[in-house]
């Protein structure tokens, strides 16, 4: 199992309106696709405007294939043009268990 932690930074004020879009856009089609969200965040404390999600995969053949099909919907193209405008900054990262954790 691997985990892609994605983290989001907005101007002050995009970050509910950034909210509101993936609701209304994205959540739905992405998890038709990436079936796996272990959870999705907004910060409250610390680094302000700022969302953090971590999406749970098999491998990372089954998350390039969850996300190649997921960029080949109509809705999520729809999504990107109306979120991009809304985000500073992202950053993910690819996260595999210490071999100790087995879980």
Request: charged content about 20%; cysteine-free; proline content about 5%.
């Amino acid at each position: 199992m691997i985990y892609d932690l994605r983290t989001y930074s907005f101007a002050p004020g995009n970050a509910q309106q950034y909210l509101k879009v993936y609701e209304e856009l994205a959540l739905a089609l992405q998890l038709k696709h990436q079936k796996n969200m272990v959870g999705f965040w907004q910060t409250d404390i610390g680094p302000l405007n700022r969302t953090v999600s971590i999406w749970a995969y098999d491998s990372l053949a089954a998350r390039e294939e969850a996300k190649a099909a997921l960029g080949q919907e109509a809705q999520w193209k729809e999504y990107l043009r109306a979120a991009q405008p809304l985000i500073l900054s992202q950053e993910n990262a690819i996260l595999k268990p210490a071999p100790f954790f087995k879980k």
